[in-house]
């Protein structure tokens, strides 16, 4: 055997493989900068509403009990906020909280209110309560709550992509950079 093959062996997998492993974070940067965000207020304001869309795709995820419908649940979430958007008569809050509702139901009737169910349900009150602070303050003070919220629920996708429950960690680790680097933009740009 030559030594360049045993070497070649023994480094483990080329870049290109380790780069395809990381695509969801290549996507997730990819994502972020199409959609750069800025602290300006109504920038700010639209953030702490999506803030609270971030921890609803992990309940529904959690509710069906299948992490891999995640990325499908982000779609229709997604297609939701669109669509909500285009109207006044529907606050985004109110269908969240039907949507929230119904996921619990659900939950029920199929018996997945588990440890992660509700482990779900006490992630999405603690970021639904930064999304409302962030609301109803000052703009100075909405920008660090919606920056501590998205960089904090970045924090919780990556604890999800460690113990690979809830949701696909794929999903996890695409949230997670998608999160932390909107975070950090919020407090960085101006």
């Not at 870049?15 to 959609?35: G, K, Y």
């Amino acid at each position: 055997m030559d030594v360049r093959t045993e070497s070649k062996r023994e480094s483990g997998p080329s870049s290109v493989v380790a780069a395809a492993h990381r695509w969801p974070s290549a996507v997730a940067v990819v994502v972020t900068v199409l959609v750069w965000p800025s602290g300006a207020e109504q920038t700010v304001r639209v953030l702490a509403e999506m803030l609270v869309l971030l921890p609803m795709i992990y309940l529904l995820t959690a509710a069906v009990g299948r992490p891999r419908v995640v990325w499908l649940v982000l779609a229709a979430l997604g297609a939701s906020f669109a669509l909500v958007g285009t109207q006044d008569r529907v606050p985004f809050s109110f269908v969240l909280a039907a949507v929230a509702a119904g996921a619990v139901g659900w939950a029920w009737a199929f018996d997945r209110l588990d440890r992660v169910f509700w482990t779900q349900i006490a992630g999405t009150l603690v970021f639904v309560a930064i999304a409302l602070a962030a609301q109803h303050t000052d703009p100075t003070a909405a920008r660090y709550l919606v920056a501590a919220g998205w960089i904090g629920h970045g924090l919780w996708d990556f604890a999800h992509h460690r113990a690979n429950r809830a949701v696909a960690r794929s999903f996890a680790e695409f949230c997670a950079v998608v999160d932390v680097l909107i975070g950090a933009a919020v407090l960085l740009v101006p």
